[in-house]
């Protein structure tokens, strides 16, 4: 089945700086890598998604890469501000059989 | 919009007493939704999925006889832990598979806190 690795767990960057939290896939089948933020007691929110037929796409300060051959994507969030911190999780999905990689949990230091 | 609600947002109950979880797509038709279990600061784990009028597909090692999913309706599925111990105390999220915003795209409800005391 499919494995979602997700790296790194935490990070902390200063209001303004850029962050970037990268995921690897193992099934090569996987067509659809959405990324999701969740705050503290509450359910993931959709941010971004991107298919396999795209290889950027960009939404305001976010934006995701996707790298199929070497199986990876990224999430890129810039010029980041204090409510930007949350648990992002990335996801791989084939027929909507969707894996969560572990999470990474941003702080943004004012 | 899409939106996805889910009814307790927290309940506690009592060891051996079942408890039931609703989950609403709010402005969409939703043939497919689904149950996650989530502990605390871990990650989302799939328990099973539902299509409408159709018997769930559970994970491997999620009991089905313990957590009973009825998708009754194209905006409604149900969880039902049954005979609740305290090890069933969680984060159960569901969500719902958009179809008119491409296929696998999930969005997801505010979650339910279930406290098995």
């Known amino acids: 089945g499919e494995n979602v690795e997700q790296h790194p767990s935490t990070l902390s960057v200063q209001e303004g700086d850029s962050a970037v939290i990268k995921c690897t896939y193992s099934?090569?089948?996987?067509?659809?890598f959405p990324w999701y933020k969740q705050e503290l007691g509450k359910g993931p929110q959709l941010i971004i998604d991107?298919?396999?037929?795209?290889g950027e796409k960009k939404d305001q300060r976010i934006a995701v890469t996707l790298n199929k051959t070497a199986k990876h994507f990224s999430l890129h969030i810039t010029e980041t501000q204090p409510e930007d911190s949350a648990v992002y999780f990335c996801?791989?999905?084939?027929?909507?059989?969707?894996?969560f990689g572990a999470g990474t949990r941003l702080t943004v230091k004012p | 919009g899409a939106v996805v609600s889910q009814h307790p947002s927290r309940v506690i109950c009592k060891s051996g007493t079942s408890v039931k979880i609703e989950c609403r797509s709010l402005?969409?038709?939703?043939?497919?939704m689904f149950w996650y279990r989530q502990f605390p600061k871990k990650s989302l784990m799939l328990m099973a999925t539902?299509?409408?009028?159709?018997?769930?597909?559970?994970e491997q090692g999620v009991e089905k006889d313990k957590f009973l999913i009825n998708h009754a309706s194209l905006t409604l599925s149900t969880l039902t832990v049954t005979s609740a111990h305290p090890e069933d105390s969680s984060f159960y999220i569901c969500?719902?598979?958009?179809?008119?915003?491409?296929?696998?795209?999930?969005?997801f409800g505010p979650g339910t806190r279930l406290t098995v005391l």
């Open positions: 969500s719902a598979s958009h179809p008119g915003q491409g296929a696998d795209t999930q969005y």
């Open positions: 099934d090569s089948a996987s067509n659809y």
């Open positions: 991107i298919r396999s037929n795209v």
């Open positions: 996801a791989a999905s084939i027929n909507n059989d969707m894996r």
């Open positions: 402005d969409f038709q939703a043939t497919t």
């Open positions: 539902s299509n409408e009028g159709s018997k769930a597909t559970y």
